[in-house]
């Protein structure tokens, strides 16, 4: 008989035995080892957690369902190892092998959703333009100009916002670019984010700073 443990995996309660447990945090560690020294350690850890959340939930239909240490070695897996991102093995040493396509590909097959951080009413455009690779601001002049002749647009507009999700999860982000869900490119969004961040307050701050001049 094994012992259950309760955790609180961003934000998400959920069973765990013992054995799983032991596994998590092990792999936890070197993940917080690996990215310690980097700006938004603490960001790209919780889109780790995040995303390890995401695969229990999917495996466990029951809250009650305890999570084993097979679902740890799956989510593990499909996220890979530290040494991975920077091309090492366990060791540190270098990896000489030839890539395999199938496992060291960064792209998966895209989803369509709706895209939150490139929005300016729903995120479909940014969703669509995600979706077909090409500038969102071309679909939204599609839209307007359905919608000034035809008033279709606002009608196909409404629907597609009711029909497509929204990216919510770091999952889906990186669905939504298909992207694969592994830690390199959970770690290039985060940063992609941070960057974004650093670049507005800098706008906004340069903005003020030239009012106050005028």
């Known amino acids: 008989m094994k012992k259950t443990l309760t955790v609180?995996?961003?934000?998400?309660?959920?069973?765990?035995?013992?054995?799983?447990?032991?596994?998590l945090s092990a792999y936890l560690e070197k993940i917080r080892?690996?990215?310690?020294?980097?700006v938004g350690c603490d960001e790209i850890i919780s889109g780790i957690e995040s995303?390890?959340?995401?695969v229990f939930q999917e495996k466990k239909q029951d809250q009650r369902q305890v999570v084993t240490i097979e679902d740890v070695?799956?989510?593990?897996?499909?996220?890979?190892?530290?040494?991975?991102?920077?091309?090492?093995?366990?060791?540190?040493?270098e990896t000489t092998e030839p890539e395999?396509?199938?496992?060291?590909e960064e792209y998966a097959p895209k989803r369509l959703?709706?895209?939150?951080?490139?929005?300016?009413?729903?995120?479909?455009c940014g969703g669509l333009?995600?979706?077909?690779?090409?500038?969102?601001?071309?679909?939204?002049?599609?839209?307007?100009?359905t919608l000034f002749a035809y008033s279709f647009g606002l009608i196909l507009y409404i629907i597609l916002w009711i029909v497509i999700p929204k990216a919510r999860t770091m999952g889906d982000r990186l669905?939504?670019?298909?992207?694969?869900?592994?830690?390199?490119?959970?770690e290039k969004s985060i940063k992609e984010d941070l960057n974004d961040i650093k670049k507005n307050l800098e706008d906004l701050s340069k903005g003020k700073g030239s009012k106050k001049k005028e």
Do not use: C
Not at 8 to 23: C, L, P, T
Not at 33 to 38: N, Q, R, T
Not at 73 to 92: F, R
Not at 129 to 145: C, E, H, K, Q, S
């Open 8 to 23: 609180n995996i961003s934000g998400i309660v959920f069973h765990i035995d013992e054995d799983a447990y032991a596994r």
């Open 33 to 38: 080892a690996y990215f310690e020294s980097d």
């Open 51 to 54: 995303r390890i959340a995401e």
């Open 73 to 93: 070695d799956e989510a593990i897996s499909q996220l890979g190892e530290p040494s991975q991102i920077s091309g090492e093995d366990d060791a540190g040493a």
């Open 100 to 104: 395999d396509p199938e496992t060291d």
């Open 113 to 124: 959703f709706r895209d939150p951080d490139n929005k300016y009413i729903g995120g479909v």
């Open 129 to 145: 333009g995600a979706y077909f690779n090409i500038d969102p601001t071309w679909i939204r002049i599609i839209f307007l100009l």
């Open 175 to 186: 669905s939504m670019k298909g992207e694969k869900i592994n830690l390199s490119n959970i």
